[in-house]
């Protein structure tokens, strides 16, 4: 059903490769800029200066800081959590690894308090592509169960350790929001698996998000075609690299060149040529009108605009480019308290837009 003329309106500009955009409950925006700074969006646009507090990051190629989300509570208990590349000491010196942490944002807004490390990745590698790093807080019955996913990506050259269950790597892992290990995860006990795995085969997941039913959806970034849509549940295999609705950069075939294999998902939806997608949002409002309730919004960074996905029964039924096109590389799409969706676009002077109708 076709919805409302769209125009993006500037909330903010002068951000250095903003990575995600969370809503304070003031009416602010608090936004992680890759780098490795983390900042506070004010009243008429104004960057707040970073905040204090945040551990060191490795910023080379796509790491740095990434996703950050706020606890379900943070009115009351001003509790968050980002992840980010986190760089090597020691023997691990110059490999890197996606790592998630908790934190209170202070009283005056300035700093990071009580910082935690709830998850390091094993193993770490001396790479700087496909962390992954998007957070979601589980929500069952319309009410957190105390634990977190968060998307892993496979670090690109070692794409066979996403369906290796004793490696971190190409999972989705979900802990608890205190680092502990939720006793039904689908591999608990398990000694030829790593606890906190959720769902494998995945290869570089930069969208997550609950839909209205409280599943997890996401997606993730295929190899030149094959970006791919999927609802992960506890235990499953999503395939990467053995399928994949995709081809090596350059051509040619990866592994058999297979696209099913008995006991791996089908992805819900796939684009072929690849969209390079990144940031997505139900729209749960009334914003833009009936039609689009529902719907799944999902940021392309590759052809700079946004795609709508009508969902009917936890299934894709059809997909349209929306209007207008951005000309920037969308990074992050959210649904604000306010119904309109929110944008970042990823450059050196990336933007904050509100997506609203035409008059």
């Known amino acids: 059903m076709a919805g409302p003329a769209l125009s993006p309106h500037i909330v903010a500009e002068g951000l250095e490769h903003p990575w995600a955009l969370a809503f304070l409950p003031d009416g602010r925006f608090l936004v992680t800029e890759r780098p490795g700074r983390m900042r506070i969006v004010q009243a008429g646009g104004r960057l707040g200066p970073p905040l204090r507090g945040l551990p060191a990051v490795d910023a080379r190629g796509q790491g740095g800081l990434l996703d950050v989300v706020l606890d379900s509570d943070f009115a009351r208990n001003r509790r968050l959590y980002f992840c980010y590349s986190e760089p090597g000491i020691s023997a691990d010196r110059g490999k890197s690894g996606t790592a998630l942490a908790s934190a209170r944002l202070s009283d005056d807004g300035s700093a990071l308090e009580q910082v935690k490390t709830l998850f390091a990745p094993r193993p770490r590698y001396d790479s700087t592509l496909h962390f992954g790093c998007r957070i979601v807080e589980r929500m069952v019955d319309g009410r957190s169960d105390g634990t977190l996913f ?30 502990s290990i939720p006793r039904d995860n689908p591999f608990a006990g398990r000694r030829d698996a790593f606890p906190e795995i959720w769902s494998y085969g995945h290869r570089n997941p930069q969208g997550a998000t609950l839909a209205p039913d409280g599943s997890l959806w996401m997606h993730e970034h295929g190899p ?33 060149g297979i696209t099913h294999k008995d006991g791996m998902e089908q992805p819900l939806y796939q684009w072929t040529p690849s969209i390079a997608p990144s940031g997505m949002a139900f729209i749960t409002s009334d914003r833009y009108g009936p039609g689009w309730k529902g719907s799944l919004v999902v940021g392309s960074l590759k052809f700079q605009r946004l795609e709508r996905l009508s969902i009917r029964d936890g299934k894709v039924t059809s997909a349209e480019t929306l209007e207008p096109r951005l000309g920037q590389r969308v990074r992050d799409v959210r649904q604000g308290p306010d119904g309109w969706l ?12 509100r997506i609203a109708t035409t008059p």
């Not at 849509?229 to 075939?253: A, C, F, L």
């Not at 929110?342 to 837009?353: E, H, I, N, R």
């Open 150 to 179: 968060l998307t892993l990506g496979e670090r690109s050259s070692f794409k066979e350790e996403a369906q290796n269950l004793k490696s971190h790597l190409g999972k989705i892992v979900r802990v608890g929001k205190d680092g």
């Open 342 to 353: 929110y944008v970042l676009t990823d450059s050196p002077d990336g933007q904050l837009l």
């Open 224 to 256: 030149q075609g094959g970006d791919e849509v999927n609802r992960p549940e506890p235990g499953r295999n999503h395939g990467w690299p053995v399928i994949t609705y995709g081809e090596n950069y350059g051509g040619g075939s990866i592994g058999a």
